[in-house]
């Protein structure tokens, strides 16, 4: 089974600054199968990023993915009021197995 | 648009069973491979299995086999996931949700809790 290594476990900044999300994989990933969910308190996930760096309809271009293999980025450019939240990285692979991440977690400074 | 749309909250007792179920709006249950994903309190996110459309068999995460059964009932376009053998540790949120557009679960039902406490 893949295990997903998010870090840092909590993101301490502020509104209008840059956020950089880290998702480790414990062996390579398809880049195919790499997603990003924003899941904010008392709400289901919400889908961000899909195939490593593809956004999902309706979400803002301050949002963008990276990476291959075993290492992925979520980056998100200015910090708006609404960002803050936990994120969490899944990816699916043979057998149609999926895992997620840990989750970071998005707080205001 | 497509809309997932859960049961209500349940209370069991530990050792009993539990179906959840989630009716289809928007779309036939029959285009769609519905998995289901549980999240206890303050916790992540826990993948417990879905349907492989390429085999045309459901897939559970070794973690719950032999306790868990996802069922679908085409013509309510239903999906159902039972538990059994209810423990504390199995209190959680538990969501249906699938892929429509793109390879990722871009739709999600609205979660049911489930307590388990005796």
């Known amino acids: 089974e893949i295990v997903l290594t998010q870090s840092p476990g909590t993101l301490s900044l502020s509104p209008g600054e840059r956020a950089t999300l880290s998702c480790r994989a414990s062996q390579s990933v398809s880049s195919s199968y790499l997603a990003w969910y924003q899941q904010k308190p008392g709400q289901a996930p919400r889908l961000l990023i899909y195939?490593?760096?593809s956004r999902a309809t309706g979400i803002p271009d301050r949002f963008s993915g990276s990476g291959s293999g075993t290492d992925f980025t979520l980056t998100i450019s200015r910090l708006e009021p609404e960002d803050f939240a936990v994120y969490y990285c899944q990816q699916y692979g043979s057998s149609l197995m999926y895992t997620f991440g840990q989750g970071t977690k998005l707080e205001i400074k | 648009q497509v809309q997932l749309v859960q049961s209500g909250a349940e209370v069991k007792k530990p050792g009993a069973s539990v179906k959840v179920s989630c009716k289809v709006s928007?779309?036939?249950?029959?285009?769609?491979?519905m998995h289901w994903v549980r999240q206890a309190p303050g916790k992540g996110l826990e993948w417990m299995g879905g349907f492989d459309p390429e085999d045309g068999e459901t897939i559970y995460a070794q973690k719950f086999q032999g306790r868990v059964t996802m069922t679908e009932d085409t013509s309510t376009d239903t999906a159902y996931m039972e538990l059994s053998s209810l423990r504390s540790e199995d209190t959680a949120v538990y969501y249906c949700?699938?892929?429509?557009?793109?390879?990722?679960?871009?739709?999600w039902g609205q979660g049911t809790m489930v307590t388990v406490s005796s």
């Open positions: 928007g779309y036939t249950l029959t285009e769609l491979s």
């Open positions: 949700a699938t892929a429509i557009a793109v390879p990722a679960f871009d739709i």
């Open positions: 195939g490593a760096s």
